[in-house]
């Protein structure tokens, strides 16, 4: 075993890789894992030493209350490699901060930021030949926390376990997106759980998502629960829509996800003159854009796609094709977001972060 110079994380190597059983030139989406894991328990009111460890099952007791209650939630985030060899992470202190605010709203212990941060890094550091180095591929990098401690009783547990599993991935999303925009089922409730990356929130979505892809859609839009007159997110993502010269999403609220790659589309697309407008939008305004001619984009956002155009929408049994843009905005705010990520271009809002 190995110790980190920092003495917080433990290193324990796997004495084999599966690297080589990898076809880097074509990889899925967080299908294929890394070598290792990190692994940090909270035990007894305190969070324990994070350990890298070789990546493999996690034995648990079948009275786990994340079995019974749901206690999980997670974070999403990418290690880029740029022309140099060196790795870069974007943004991710507000990875940490979100996933707090998620723990918190679940009754999950916080964890420290060294914890997460030196722990991050250290995994990365242990597994870094894993990270893509081709075009448009990144490590994805999946941090959760889940309810590990015994009992049936309902209340939280004494008992959870912090990890991080690394997956080098392709694009999460290729050809055109075609979406539907829900009348009937909801994402998450005023008061609810909707703001936080829980488990339970996507576990909800399967279903309509499944009625919608077999009517011929790929995602779902999600409205607003109580009338069903807002757009909301686009499956698992941000959704933002460009009215004319216009680029509008919604605002966070306790059912829309405060989203990293959201926040940082409106600030590049302020900086390149755009006009953004952060407000509540009608599925009417969306429609009647669409007939009129006026309604020029819809993409979603998120850290696994990035920007995913969508190529059109269907409401009320009837669809809507957007028009195909070569330079539409769509592809300048990814290309702005990826280059800084990549490393290919100044980062004046600071949110590279060098391992």
Known sequence: METTANSLVTVEKSKTSKIDQVDFDNLSFGSTFSDHMLVCDY????????????????SLDPSAKIFHYGQSIFEGMKAYKDTE?????????????????????????EIPENYFMEGLKTLLKVDE???????????????????????????????????????PSGAYFSGKVKVLIEEKYS??????????????????????????????????????????EYIEEAGAMNIFVRINDTLITGPTSDRILDGITRKSIIEIAKDENINVEVRKLTVSEVVTAAK??????????????????????????????????KEGFASLLKKRITDIQYNKAEDKFGWRYKL
């Not at 940490?96 to 999950?108: E, F, M, P, Q």
């Not at 893509?132 to 889940?146: A, C, Q, T, V």
């Not at 590990?148 to 004494?158: C, D, K, M, V």
């Open 187 to 228: 994402r998450s409730a005023n008061g609810g759980v909707g703001f936080a990356k829980a488990g339970g929130n996507y576990a909800g979505q399967f279903y309509p998502t499944q009625l919608a892809v077999e009517k011929g859609y790929n995602q779902v839009i999600w409205t607003d629960d109580n009338t069903h």
């Open 85 to 109: 060899d060196s790795t870069w992470l974007f943004r991710p202190l507000d990875n940490h901060k979100r996933l707090n605010i998620s723990a918190k709203r679940l009754a999950i212990p």
């Open 43 to 58: 035990k007894n009111g305190a969070w324990e030493n994070p350990k890298v460890v070789p990546y493999g099952p996690v």
């Open 292 to 325: 009129d001619g006026s309604l020029k984009e819809m993409f979603g956002a998120g850290t696994a796609a990035v920007i995913s155009p969508i190529s059109g929408f269907g409401y009320k049994e009837t669809d809507y094709e957007l028009p195909e843009l």
């Open 129 to 167: 030949k894993w990270i893509p180095k081709n075009e448009g591929s990144s490590m994805y990098i999946r941090p959760f926390i889940f309810a590990s401690g015994n009992g049936f009783h309902a209340s939280p547990a004494n008992e959870y376990k912090f990890m991080i599993c690394l997956a």
